[in-house]
């Protein structure tokens, strides 16, 4: 058997399963999905996925096709279910984190430059982390820390899927995998 789809398929399982806890959350009203946040992720993972796909790394892209897949959905749910802001509940951040993908995919679509796409999906995506962060540290109980520790374990077996290595391909999965620990870790301490 080849380990490689051995090993996607795991990630690709443990990818849809993180997101169980969200969805149960959102449709009980517990959880108030951000719009922005939602649209950013799901275009990063999308930009990502495509870019890391051309540059070889093989079958390991299908758990972020599925979390890009999973993200939009959310995103669409947020357009009911998500914080009842006026208009988007624009703050200046949302718009930096959305101008950041906005130029991921500017990078990849006009340039073809996949590694550039990944960096700037990779440094948006991680600003768009620090506020979560900050809050998880202060108010551990306000994220669901099993969505984050899987999430991260879905990103460990996604790296292991890969079929090459290169900063384009491992950029984005290491360093959300670092983010999503960090943050589930942080949750567990309430």
């Known amino acids: ?3 490689h789809l051995l090993f996607a398929g795991i990630a690709s399982v443990i990818g849809i399963a993180c997101f169980i ?10 959880t108030k999905p951000h719009r922005y ?10 930009v990502v996925a495509q870019a890391m796909w051309r540059s070889g790394a093989g079958i390991a892209v299908a ?3 599925i979390g890009a897949v999973m993200c939009f959905f959310i995103f669409l749910l947020s357009l009911k279910y998500g914080s009842k802001a006026k208009g988007w509940g624009t703050k200046t951040f949302d718009l930096v984190c959305l101008a950041g993908a906005l130029c991921a995919i500017a990078a990849y679509v006009f340039f073809h430059d996949a590694l550039l796409s990944v960096v700037l999906a990779t440094i948006t995506d991680t600003l768009g982390f620090l506020p979560t962060l900050r809050k998880v540290y202060h108010e551990p109980h306000s994220e669901t820390a099993s969505t984050h520790l899987l999430s991260g374990t879905s990103n460990v077996f996604a790296l292991a899927a890969l079929a090459s290595f290169s900063v384009t391909t491992v950029l984005y999965l290491a360093t959300i995998m670092i983010l999503d620990f960090l943050c589930g870790f942080l949750a567990l301490r309430k």
């Open 1 to 3: 058997m080849d380990l």
């Open 37 to 46: 946040t939602w649209f950013v992720w799901a275009a990063l993972q999308t």
């Open 63 to 65: 758990p972020l096709v």
């Open 21 to 30: 806890p969200y969805l149960r959350d959102i449709f009980r009203g517990t």
